[in-house]
Structure formats: C-alpha cells, structure tokens
C-alpha cells in the first residue's frame, strides 16, 4: 500500500459547486497533515494544515479522520481560480521527519 | 526574502552529459528538501538535508546521484551521467523546524 493515496481525478465541477477529496495514509505514526496546491507548471503551495479537531478556511474546510485514517478536504462555492492540482501530505515523527506526498487531485473547475 | 531560489529553470541536456542543479534555501531554514516530479510517480522524496548535515538519501534513485550541502545557504543535486529517465522537474524546498515547506520553482531536466 502506498504510503499516501489520493483519486487522481479530474474532478470536472462548475463553479458555484462543493467538491471533496480524500486522501487516505498507511502510516499511523503519522502525526501533521497538510494540503498543498499545485497549479500547473508551477510548485506546491501550502494551502492549509489539519488539525484534528478540523479546520475551516474561507471556502475550504479540512478534516482528519485517525482511526480510519483519512484526511479530506472540502471547497464550497467553487471559483474558476480553484482550478489545481491539491496535493496530500503526511509528516511522520520518526526521528527527523519529512514530508510524504500523494500524487494529487486534479480539479477543474468550469464556467 | 526572496524565496527558495533555484538554478537552472530548464535544463536540456544529451544522454551521457553531468547535470547540475543548484538551490538556494530561504535564509535561517534548517531543514532542505530535493524533491522529484514525473506524471507517474508524482513527488518523491530524493534527499533530506537537516543543517547542512544529510539525513536522508533513502529516495536518491542509484548511484548517479549526488547531493551536496557544503553551507546552510547552498545546495545542489548532481546527476552523472544522465539518462533520459531522468527528466523531470527537480524542485527544492526549505523549511525551519517543523513549519511549512517552500519550494522553489523547480528545474525542468529534459535528457535526450
């Protein structure tokens, strides 16, 4: 299993929808969560942490499930601007922890 | 601060040639990262520097890689000799302690 798993999509929505991603991780060591966008041709971007009680942010709303190990990420009232690649990230404590990245999610959002 | 510098943007080079990528890390970070991303597997892991001193190379592919970080504001990543299966975007990134990572813009190696 790999060790940060997320839909590859597209996700195709227009704008003014709610979309959600999963991501799930095989870790359960892990101990920081994060989701990173990433628009085309350019690098990843911290877009918000999770925390484990969740975390809201504007539009964006960030949860963390432990025990079923899975972190998702919801977009209300969906923006052209939106349009990305949202990346998953898992940091471990093991020592001097890095970061794990899935693939990502691609959304595309339409007029 | 300027950001996660890197050096160059794009890279085109022959089959058999030394590749040089270079970083700059954000000023006070203790922790850089070398990152590489394809379409198929997405951003792995390639080194992880922590003050200067690597702590893991776990992801640095074969022996063809190399990474060095001779001062806390320098590095880079040396592929010798590249293959074609090397092409890809290389991005670095930097971080202090356990905050966010920023990355830089990524160099896109292209190996014919």
């Known amino acids: 299993r790999k060790e940060v798993e997320q839909d590859p999509g597209p996700f195709n ?3 003014g929808a709610t979309v959600a991603f999963n991501c799930t991780y095989s870790n359960s060591a892990s101990q920081s969560f994060f ?11 911290l877009l918000m942490s999770v925390y484990s009680s969740g975390n809201e942010d504007g539009r964006f709303t960030a949860q963390l499930n432990r025990a079923s190990q899975y972190i998702s990420l919801l977009i209300r009232d969906s923006k052209l601007s939106d349009s990305a690649t949202y990346l998953c990230v898992v940091r471990s404590n093991s020592g001097y922890s890095t970061l794990t990245f899935g693939k990502g999610t691609m959304l595309l959002v339409s007029p | 601060d300027a950001g996660v510098i890197q050096s160059p943007r794009h890279e085109v080079t022959e089959m058999g040639q030394e590749v040089t990528l270079r970083c700059k890390p954000i000023s006070g970070h203790n922790s850089l990262f070398w990152y590489r991303q394809t379409m198929m597997r997405g951003l792995e892991l390639l080194i992880y520097f922590n003050n200067n001193v690597p702590i893991d190379d ?26 074609p299966r090397d092409s890809a975007v290389y991005f670095c990134a930097s971080r202090e302690g ?12 292209t190996v014919v």
């Open chain 1, 13 to 15: 929505v227009p704008e």
């Open chain 1, 35 to 45: 989701w990173y966008r990433q628009d085309c041709r350019k690098e990843p971007k």
């Open chain 2, 58 to 83: 776990s992801g640095m592919p074969e022996d063809r890689f190399s990474a060095k970080m001779p001062n806390a504001s320098f590095s880079t990543l040396k592929i010798q000799p590249s293959e």
């Open chain 2, 98 to 109: 356990n905050t966010e990572a920023f990355f830089g813009q990524g160099t896109r190696l």
